[in-house]
């Protein structure tokens, strides 16, 4: 073996006994609460992403949309003829488009009940709470009610939470933070959004 050979056998032991460690210390099990935040791209795919794991093993998925510029979503096109599957869409769409607190308060409010309804649903193993953090930054929900109905959840049940600038309680409270860090984005680049990719 040469001596490249020998270090990299060496390492990949010491790796595996590091590796194997953490394994035996990860011990609980229960759902989780995830965070998928930042200014980055990536946040609502990630969660279908994760969504369409949790179907693949049949399990009962809910997902909350709380916020749609697009109306389309190829994902929801894909994967809405799963019978574990349930999508709550609020009624008004787009915030930046209505520019009306009081009808958005009241369709955020309306999916809102449906996502306590999935949130009290010990049958259902994953919701995601899709661009919720903007529901809390203008105020159509407040902070208490959302915590309220993440800690009473089933202990058996994850939740995603998608959106930019997450409100430090909800980070606080989550077991799993990722921050999509944008590096570049090809829409400042003059570049529109593309059917199949950006939604
Ligand atoms: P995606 O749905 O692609 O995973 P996202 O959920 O991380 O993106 P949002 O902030 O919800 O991002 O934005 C929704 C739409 O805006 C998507 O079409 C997405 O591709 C696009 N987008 C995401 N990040 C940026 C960015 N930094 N600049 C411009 N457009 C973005
Ligand atoms: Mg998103």
Known sequence: MSDRDTRH????????????????????????????????????????????????????????????????CGEREQLVEDPNLEVAI????????????????AACREVWAEAERMLADPEVFLVVLDEITYMLKFGYLDIETVKRALENRPPEQ?????????????????????EMQE???????????RRGIDF
């Open 90 to 105: 609020m009624g008004t769409g787009f915030t930046w488009e209505t520019q009306n607190r009081e009808t958005d308060t």
């Open 158 to 178: 994850s939740v995603i939470v998608t959106g930019r600038n997450a409100h430090r309680e909800l980070l606080a409270l989550a077991d799993t933070v990722t």
């Open 9 to 72: 056998q060496q390492a990949m032991q010491k790796l595996k006994a590091h590796v194997d460690e953490k394994v035996a210390a990860a011990t609980e099990q229960r759902g989780l609460l995830l965070v998928f935040t930042g200014n980055g791209k990536g946040k609502t795919t990630a969660a279908w992403g994760t969504v369409t794991r949790a179907l693949g093993y049949g399990y009962k998925v809910g997902v909350v949309q709380f916020i749609k510029g697009q109306w389309e």
């Open 183 to 193: 590096v570049r984005h090809a829409f400042n680049s003059g570049v529109q959004a």
